[in-house]
């Protein structure tokens, strides 16, 4: 998409289509479904479904169905549980700021995981 923005401060896209009739509307509410699409494409990549893990089938099939779920969890959490900014954060960025907790464990035998009571800045 090409855009340039005149001195009035209105905004003009501009985009090239080989489709066969159809209102100017129609055509960009299908672009921009396309391109929502394509992100949630991208952030299931980056969820998981890059790399399968097994040589079966069945265990990929598995594998690939709790991406989904976890694509979907990621997606209704962004609807209901942040605002903003981070409505739009990739799943990495959600990964690092959100779903991680610092924890430090003492020496010795035991195993202890302390969590500090002054977590991070709210978002």
């Known amino acids: 998409?090409?855009?340039?923005?005149?001195?009035?401060?209105?905004r003009f896209t501009c985009f090239a289509t080989d489709s066969k009739g159809g209102q100017l509307a129609d055509l960009?509410?299908?672009?921009r479904l396309r391109a929502r699409c394509k992100d949630r494409?991208?952030?299931?990549?980056d969820t998981g479904l890059r790399n399968?893990?097994?040589h079966?089938?069945?265990q990929n099939q598995i594998w690939t169905e709790l991406v989904a779920i976890a694509c979907e969890l990621l997606?209704?959490?962004?609807?209901?549980?942040?605002?903003?900014?981070?409505?739009?954060?990739?799943p990495r960025r959600l990964r690092l700021r959100t779903f991680t907790a610092a924890g430090r464990t003492p020496g010795g035998r035991r195993l202890r995981l302390r969590i500090a009571a002054a977590g991070p800045a709210p978002l």
């Open 1 to 10: 998409m090409l855009r340039f923005t005149d001195l009035g401060g209105h």
């Open 28 to 31: 960009e509410l299908r672009h």
């Open 41 to 45: 494409i991208r952030a299931a990549k």
């Open 52 to 54: 399968l893990p097994r």
């Open 56 to 58: 079966g089938y069945t």
């Open 75 to 90: 997606a209704w959490t962004q609807m209901f549980a942040l605002t903003g900014q981070a409505r739009r954060w990739a």
